[in-house]
């Protein structure tokens, strides 16, 4: 399933530094990318899922909800990281998953794939194709 991992962030007073990823933690160092998404007030990007790629995603920008559909029992998860929540996220294969920007403004998703993006290796659905309830509390 997923893990989340506590980030650190380093407070300046010319802009903040967000840590993310130490590549020696990375298992396979020979392929992946990394890449930026952004996701405004309220909006969803959903559903997907990797068949062979482990992402590691955090939120240094805004904040954004997770939600994660767990297929053996049946349940969603969701985790809600951001600048205030600073956390990573690891998402390994097989996983369902989206998300919706909750800031005001736009918030910006950090991603690190292990592979090269293979449009092959990805499964995708419709928002409306998991009974998902996304709105805003």
């Known amino acids: 399933m997923i893990r989340i991992e506590d980030l650190y962030k380093i407070t300046n ?5 967000f840590h ?3 590549f020696n933690q990375i298992k396979n160092k020979s392929d992946g990318e990394i890449y930026f998404s952004e996701v405004l007030y309220n909006k969803i990007k959903a559903w997907k899922l990797h068949n062979k790629a482990t992402l590691n995603v955090t939120v ?3 904040e954004v909800k997770f939600v994660f559909f767990d297929q053996k029992n049946n349940k969603f998860i969701e985790k809600n990281i951001g600048e ?3 956390k990573k996220i690891i998402i390994p294969p097989k996983i369902w998953y989206g998300f919706q920007g909750l800031s005001s403004n736009k918030s910006l ?3 690190y794939s292990d ?3 293979d449009d092959n290796e990805v499964n995708r659905k419709e928002v409306s194709e998991l009974n998902y309830d996304w709105r805003i509390k």
Do not use: C, V
């Not at 007073?13 to 530094?17: A, E, Q, T």
């Open 84 to 86: 205030n929540n600073y």
């Open 20 to 22: 993310f990823l130490k």
């Open 109 to 111: 998703i950090a991603s």
């Open 115 to 117: 592979h090269i993006f």
């Open 13 to 17: 007073n010319k802009g903040n530094i």
């Open 60 to 62: 240094p920008i805004g």
